[in-house]
């Protein structure tokens, strides 16, 4: 195993998460068109991190209809933004409101 440099592994780091992070936003910015506004009321993407992306629901339902459309989903996310996901975790949590993003 070789040894990094601390300043390239930080440097690394952050390259990565700015890039997670600017997804992300591309993310919410674009998920009510891809997922419908009933849907988009009830759910929204919370973090994206090494192709693992977690949405938080208000609800069972919302949960269980993206379980139902996870294979489009991950298709149309790399279609739409080139991000390859291979993992969606869904959990229950609070979203932001159209209202409340401005």
Do not use: C
Not at 9 to 30: G, M, N, P, R
Not at 45 to 67: C, D, M, Q, S, W
């Amino acid at each position: 195993m070789a040894i990094e440099r601390i300043d390239s592994v930080i440097s690394s780091f952050i390259k990565k998460t700015e890039t997670d992070s600017s997804d992300i936003f591309k993310l919410q910015a674009l998920w009510k068109n891809m997922v419908g506004p009933v849907l988009a009321k009830h759910t929204q993407p919370a973090t994206l991190y090494k192709k693992k992306l977690t949405i938080h629901v208000t609800e069972n339902a919302a949960g269980f209809a993206l379980r139902y459309e996870h294979p489009n989903l991950l298709t149309e996310i790399k279609n739409k933004l080139g991000v390859e996901i291979t993992d969606i975790v869904i959990r229950a949590g609070s979203i932001q409101s159209d209202d409340a993003q401005g």
